[in-house]
């Protein structure tokens, strides 16, 4: 059945006609309409999948406050993290990354096609995707020591270390088939105007790290710390998907599985994952190269990584993964009904709302880096020295720099996707992987971390302008005018809070001489100045809030 909707489009009246599919008795109208067809507000959108992503965010900074009051940059954080990245790394690699990427523009042509024909597609991807995650999560945990050579090949001079670290990987590699299964989950969400629910489904895993590091300090379980913490990520993984699975459910999208390699939507997907595999993936990558030679170096060094890491997901998350989860399916959406201005006004909006916001978050971590660290992981105590506060800020100086290169990356790459196009960036992520390479190769043995970081970088600014080129000269992209003078005025502002921060802020000797509270708190204030002080300057500017919205994305 059709129905007409009338629906405001960057001003004009205009009336498109969507599916409304049948209704189960069991569901309510609200949930059993097809998704929104009003004017939907990207901005919106983005702001409930920033919101839910702060709260994550911050629950995981918790979380880290919590491991480093337990285990510090000691050997035994080293441990942990390789055992936690190990998962991490494939999940991101197949199922965030690649597996998403080909598969929600396959998943709309199928949406706008039908209900039968949708979960005819749902049923057979669900069934072969869920198989080969089994088969995968036992190889990997059968070969959890081989893994652990290839992620931390450092351990290997210590037999001790490396034999303990490959049983926490036989602990938490089956979380990569929990949380990709969790992914794949709320790309279906996604895809039908749900944000909210999987945006916030990190919170449970902070949430059972942190009960799990709270078990080990209070010696509730007779086990060993690290092993504990290792379980509470397994457990994690299951409570992640079991609260994906009633909103899937109301929604009828929960189809029982087949094996139907046949389905052409599934062959579709299987010839635009494996590019997708790399192009969507090069942080990942670089972070395992980061990984492997930081296990190298001196103890301390994988830890010092992971705490600015943290750090810098903050906003990485706020901005970059809420842009990217927001902007895939809209862009799919308009290369199917080639609408191209439309498209070349969604990604100017990306890319501005991007700008605006990544500079200042650089410019902030970049000249508080040391502070920063210093409140989350010193102030209440714990196993982090003030040397290992120095080493951890001193990377993620280095991660400031890269902030705005992977922002670009997460707003330019789905416009290639949306174009069922995987071959091109994947191109571009194996330069950018290559410039990672060397520049690790060529800095960490005299730089030490700080060079793997700086090499972070290079590679994520070499993406992020490989893939600006690629969709202007392959004419999927012509950028509006007004996009430069919002960027330069954005570089202009930052940099007046750059000059406001260094010449305002205490000193790092000031800073060091703090006692933890009064360090918090003028953090705390400094932080609020700096975001008052730096929207006053973009209102000067010109900037209003209705720049900031783009109107008229229909899913």
Excluded at 149 to 173: K, M, N
Aim: charged share 10%.
């Amino acid at each position: 059945m059709r129905r007409q909707y009338a629906v405001r489009v960057y001003g004009c009246q205009q009336t498109c006609a969507v599916y409304s599919w049948p209704r189960d008795k069991s569901m309510n109208s609200t949930e059993t309409e097809a998704p929104s067809t009003t004017s939907d507000n990207m901005a919106r959108q983005g702001s409930v999948v920033a919101s839910m992503t702060l709260l994550s965010r911050i629950s995981g900074l918790a979380r880290d406050v919590v491991l480093s009051y337990l285990f510090g940059a000691s050997q035994l954080a080293d441990m942990f993290f390789v055992a936690l990245r190990i998962p991490n790394f494939f999940r991101r690699l197949f199922a965030e990354g690649a597996f998403n990427q080909a598969f929600v523009p396959v998943l709309l042509q199928y949406k706008s096609a039908g209900r039968e024909q949708l979960l005819s597609f749902i049923a057979s991807l669900s069934g072969l995707f869920a198989s080969a995650l089994l088969l995968f999560v036992a190889i990997g945990v059968l070969f959890a020591p081989a893994l652990t050579a290839l992620f931390a090949p450092g351990f290997l001079s210590q037999p001790d270390v490396y034999q303990q670290t490959g049983e926490l990987v036989r602990i938490t590699f089956p979380y990569l088939g929990l949380i990709s299964l969790t992914a794949y989950a709320a790309a279906l969400l996604n895809a039908h105007g749900r944000f909210a629910l999987p945006a916030a489904t990190p919170v449970l895993l902070n949430l059972c790290l942190i009960l799990a590091a709270g078990i080990a300090i209070f010696g509730w379980v007779d086990a060993q710390p690290v092993v504990i913490v290792a379980w509470g990520v397994m457990v994690a993984g299951v409570v992640q998907l079991l609260v994906q699975l009633p909103t899937l459910g109301r929604l009828g999208l929960l189809p029982r599985p087949n094996l139907d390699t046949r389905q052409e939507g599934v062959r579709q997907v299987g010839k635009l994952l494996i590019p997708a595999i790399f192009a969507a993936s090069v942080t990942q990558i670089n972070a395992l190269v980061n990984t492997i030679l930081a296990s190298t170096l001196v103890s301390g060094s994988i830890a010092w990584l992971y705490y600015a890491d943290r750090l810098l997901e903050l906003p990485v998350g706020l901005v970059a993964v809420a842009l990217g989860t927001v902007i895939l399916p809209h862009l799919s959406s308009m290369v199917a009904r080639d609408d191209q201005q439309r498209f070349n006004a969604t990604l100017d909006w990306g890319l501005h709302l991007g700008l605006v916001l990544a500079l200042p978050a650089a410019v902030g971590l970049w000249l508080l880096a040391d502070p920063l660290v210093a409140v989350m992981f010193t102030s209440f105590g714990g196993s982090m020295t003030e040397h290992d506060v120095r080493m951890a800020a001193a990377a993620l100086e280095m991660f400031a720099v890269a902030l705005p290169g992977f922002v670009l990356v997460k707003v330019l790459q789905p416009a290639f996707f949306a174009h069922q196009d995987t071959r091109t960036p994947f191109r571009y992520a194996a330069v950018a992987v290559l410039v990672n390479l060397l520049g690790s190769l060529a800095t960490f043995s005299w730089m030490g971390h700080v060079g793997l970081a700086l090499a972070t970088a290079l590679s994520a600014w070499t993406q992020a302008l490989l893939l600006f080129y690629g969709l202007v000269s392959k004419g999927h992209y012509q950028m509006g005018g007004r996009l430069v003078a919002w960027g330069l005025r954005a570089l202009l502002c930052s940099g007046l809070l750059a000059l406001g921060l260094w010449f305002a802020g205490p000193t790092d000797l000031q800073w060091s001489n703090m006692l933890p509270l009064h360090r918090a708190g003028w953090m705390g204030v400094m932080v609020v100045v700096a975001v008052l002080g730096y929207c006053a300057a973009l209102f000067i500017c010109g900037l209003r809030l209705k720049n900031l919205r783009n109107q008229g994305a229909i899913l």
